[in-house]
């Protein structure tokens, strides 16, 4: 979202408010002093500061979804183009997204998410001021098949624990994720992370007190349609795809994970 309107825009929300947001509304003497030099710019622009306004007052909160171009056009009383031009400029400045085939949407805040050999989302999330959590979706034994095999050096088709789950931040889901682990090594670890809400807590259990990272791979992939009905998306909406391999003190693979996050959600940085 825009920190502040830009220089010659004016930042009272109060004298910009159309039928759509408060339609009883009265105006005072300052809000029509205002208005009279609002009605001086293009329309649009006058458009793009009242759906701004509704946004910092909490009208719509990140993710929400707006009216489409023509309810706006309808409830702004202007052509259709003329809305269309201030949801481009609010899209150009980060503060709406726009998804073909769904509509309009207010900008989520993303994680600044800085990749290295210790970096964790849930601390990231933190630092940020975020609520970070974790749902298991379900947990199952299962034969390692050749890609997980291979990760944690183990041979083909020995048993792990493979456990499903989504990544939430503020209460948003903003990732679905595997994670698979070596048995019998880590028999009962799910168990476990329901009870702490930790991968980190739960593996320290097994006597694994540090996680560094050996490995990290990023793609981009389109979603499934699971994956989007979890992520609240749209299936033409690239995710990222993050498959990284984690490590005791003595180098040997202890999870391997394969996570898939809305791009919208997530600000990767690589620092060298």
């Known amino acids: 979202m825009a920190a502040a309107i830009r220089a010659g825009r004016t930042s009272d929300c109060s004298s910009l408010e159309p039928e759509w947001m408060a339609r009883d509304s009265s105006s005072s003497r300052a809000a029509s002093l205002v208005g009279d030099l609002a009605r001086r710019r293009p329309r649009w622009e006058q458009i793009q500061d009242e759906i701004e306004c509704a946004i910092r007052q909490g009208k719509y909160g ?161 979603p499934t349609a699971k994956q989007a009905e979890l992520l609240n998306i749209s299936r033409q909406k690239p995710l990222l795809e993050l498959l990284h391999v984690n490590v005791d003190h003595n180098g040997i693979p202890v999870q391997a994970a394969h996570s898939f996050f809305a791009s919208t959600w997530l600000d990767l940085v690589i620092e060298f």
Do not use: W
């Not at 259709?80 to 769904?102: M, N, S, W, Y």
């Not at 989504?166 to 679905?176: K, N």
């Not at 320290?204 to 990023?218: A, M």
């Open 62 to 222: 990140p993710g929400d979804q707006l009216p489409t171009e023509e309810e706006l056009a309808q409830q702004f009383r202007v052509h259709r183009h003329t809305v269309r031009r201030a949801i481009e400029r609010l899209r150009d400045d980060q503060v709406l997204r726009v998804e073909q085939g769904r509509g309009i949407f207010v900008r989520e805040r993303a994680v600044s998410y800085r990749l290295g050999r210790d970096t964790r989302l849930t601390i990231a999330a933190l630092r940020d001021e975020r609520r970070p959590s974790r749902r298991i979706l379900s947990s199952m034994r299962i034969k390692a098949e050749r890609s997980i095999a291979t990760a944690l050096t183990l041979p083909l088709h020995h048993p792990v624990q493979r456990v499903n789950m989504v990544r939430l931040v503020d209460d948003r889901v903003i990732s679905v994720a595997s994670c698979y682990y070596p048995l019998p090594r880590f028999q009962g670890i799910t168990r476990i992370i329901r009870a702490t809400g930790s991968i980190s807590e739960a593996i320290r259990q097994f006597g694994v007190t540090d996680l560094p990272r050996k490995s990290l791979r990023i793609n981009a992939a389109m």
